[in-house]
């Protein structure tokens, strides 16, 4: 007989309790197991079967039921096509690793009206345009609404087609007839699966729905985009539930009253990770931004102290950006240290560093930081420009305009090197830089030669230091 059967699934991490809990002992969090009714299934039925039971539905028509079920020697594989689908954006295609792999599923996330939805309403009308048919799956806007959009994007292709549904099973049939080139999911919160009696949303809809979509990509070959909104913890879909099961993990940054969209590469399993490509948010949409260092650095203001270049990598690609400090005299008795845009917990080691290591009597003074273009800087390197700031503004001297500074800062003080020295000085050197303040180091001869090599060693000069205390000496001397 069949058997209805309950389990208590938390929102936060999607552990499964027999009984209700307090505190969910797999995250610790309060309050957050719901009741959920399995639907009911015969004993008798193999379990994957009763897991994947949409599978024998629409998707088996798409190709699901090709797969095979049995053991394949590696020999006996056949490849796929290494040939990529170019999305129509060089910037989004380096975050890509070269373009959309077939049968992948890629996890585009980011805050709500950051740009997600404009974003691959782009990409869909620039693939419909130059390869095939593009399902756009909305579940949060109806098709009147995005024809209003496309409009204002200047998109008006033939072979984009618009479905306002949240239906897991009306969009598995609408893609084994369609036969896209492309399926876009905005956005998976919304998407439900009738066989689940939670809400739409919830980890168990969410990764349920997302489980299946993945399985109707890879047995079709048919590149999928999904997107995920961020809540409050920074998180996409309440846990990182689809991180694991996504091929491709993208975040869409950015500060929502500037102009500026950093597309990052969290996860890629046909690509490297942590590069970025840059947009900027204009009335048509996003466009790329080709040179993104000479953009953001077009209003740096030579005169004032308190202002530093740094050279980040972000993924193989170096950029430089300003970085400001303020350093005043604290009024309230407690000091106050405010970051934007740089980790906080560093911050604080650098204002130690300073103090024990530099002699700066930063103890009874507000240190505000901020990178320009709202943008958040993690690499290490950049810890000397940070630094270098807040001593230009604690002594009211300025720093160089013609001066880019790289290094990381040790606890004693010390400078470490950085990877790929030697990208980061030519990219400085092409965008004026005449010096470039840079760990001593055995790689500091090797990046002269370089630079000597490509023409740049009378442009632009490499200048080592040991320590902090020296460094700082140079770049405010």
């Known amino acids: 007989m069949p058997k209805s059967r309950t389990r208590f699934v938390c929102q936060q991490c999607g552990g499964e309790q027999t009984k209700w809990l307090g505190r969910c002992p797999d995250c610790g969090a309060w309050n957050t197991l719901e009741e959920v009714s399995l639907p009911e299934t015969s004993a008798a039925a193999p379990a994957p079967q009763r897991r994947y039971a949409l599978l024998t539905g629409a998707a088996a028509t798409a190709g699901a039921s090709a797969a095979p ?50 974003l691959l309403l782009q990409v869909s009308g620039s693939i419909a345009e130059r390869v095939g048919p593009v ?19 200047e998109i008006s292709g033939e072979r984009l087609y618009l479905l306002a549904t949240v239906e897991l099973e009306v969009i598995c049939e609408a893609i084994a007839r369609l036969k896209p080139a492309l399926v876009v999911v905005d956005s998976i919160q919304t998407v439900f699966a009738t066989h689940l009696t939670s809400a739409p949303g919830s980890i168990s809809q969410v990764r349920e729905c ?26 996409v879909a309440g ?14 940054e950015g500060e929502r009253y500037h102009t500026y969209r950093l597309l990052r590469g969290v996860k890629n399993r046909f690509g490297a990770t942590h590069e970025v490509g840059v947009f900027e948010m204009h009335g048509e949409g996003l466009q790329e931004v080709p040179n993104p260092s000479a953009l953001f650095l077009s209003e740096h203001p030579g005169a004032a102290s308190g202002s530093a270049v740094v050279v980040s990598m972000e993924g193989t690609r170096p950029l430089l950006v300003e970085v400001q400090a303020l350093v005043t005299p604290s009024n309230f008795g407690i000091a106050r240290c405010t970051a934007n845009g740089i980790e906080h917990n560093r911050l604080l080691m ?3 560093v300073l103090t024990k290591r530099v002699g700066l009597a930063l103890g009874n003074h507000d240190v505000y ?35 880019a500074l790289i290094g990381e800062v040790g606890l004693s003080g010390e400078l470490r090197p950085v990877s790929r020295l030697g990208l980061r000085v030519r990219e400085a050197a092409k965008l004026g830089f005449k010096r470039c303040l840079v760990p001593a180091s055995g790689r500091t001869e090797r990046v002269r030669r370089e630079l000597e090599g490509a ?14 205390a020296v460094a700082l000496e140079i770049a405010l001397h």
Do not use: W
């Open 210 to 235: 997302t489980l299946h979509l993945m399985q109707v990509a890879k047995s079709s070959h048919i590149p999928m985009f999904i997107i995920g909104h961020v809540t409050k913890e920074g998180t």
């Open 369 to 403: 930081t901020n990178v320009v273009g709202g943008f958040t800087l993690e690499e290490p390197a950049v810890d000397l420009g940070v630094a270098a700031a807040i001593a230009s503004s604690y002594r009211d001297r300025r720093i160089p305009p013609d001066l």
């Open 455 to 468: 023409g740049l060693a009378e442009e632009c000069r490499v200048i080592p230091a040991s320590t902090l």
């Open 350 to 352: 650098l204002l130690a």
């Open 239 to 252: 846990p990182k539930a689809l991180e694991h099961i996504a091929d491709c993990v993208l975040y869409l």
């Open 69 to 118: 079920t049995v053991p394949q020697p590696l020999s006996q594989v056949k490849a796929l096509s290494h040939e990529r689908l170019s999305v129509g954006y060089a910037e989004m295609d380096r975050v890509l690793g070269g373009g959309l792999v077939p049968g992948s599923l890629t996890l585009v996330g980011g805050e709500p009206g950051i740009g997600k939805s404009t």
């Open 135 to 153: 399902l756009y799956v909305s579940g949060e806007e109806s098709s009147e609404q995005i024809k209003m959009r496309a409009e204002r994007l």
